[in-house]
């Protein structure tokens, strides 16, 4: 990337003035995100598993099948982001 001196587009709204960078945009299509999101409920789920006893004892028991949703909620998001990327590379959008 080469540096320039051609300055940032100025929009005036109201009394703010905001400033847009000409800015190329991300290549995501969310199945990284969601790949991690899913790992982070399933470590989760593991994590609470040896405490079950404490857990039911305590009245949060919840916590660890809040866990097990999110990550099969997470498989499903994870098969939609995939069937989605799939889609736009054939179509051949960039």
């Known amino acids: 990337m080469e540096p320039s001196d051609e300055q940032p ?3 005036e709204i109201g009394n703010r003035t905001l400033l847009i960078a000409d800015v190329a945009p991300l290549d995501v299509d969310g199945v ?3 790949e991690v999101g899913t790992a ?4 989760a789920f593991v994590a609470l598993l040896p405490f079950y ?3 039911e004892d305590s009245g949060n028991e919840w916590w660890l099948w809040t866990c ?3 990550f099969g909620l997470g498989l499903l998001g994870l098969e939609y982001c995939r069937r989605r990327r799939k889609a736009h590379r054939e179509a051949g959008d960039d």
């Open 32 to 34: 990284r995100t969601v």
């Open 40 to 43: 982070a409920w399933l470590v």
């Open 9 to 11: 587009k100025a929009h």
């Open 68 to 70: 097990l949703a999110g």
């Open 53 to 55: 006893g404490r857990l």
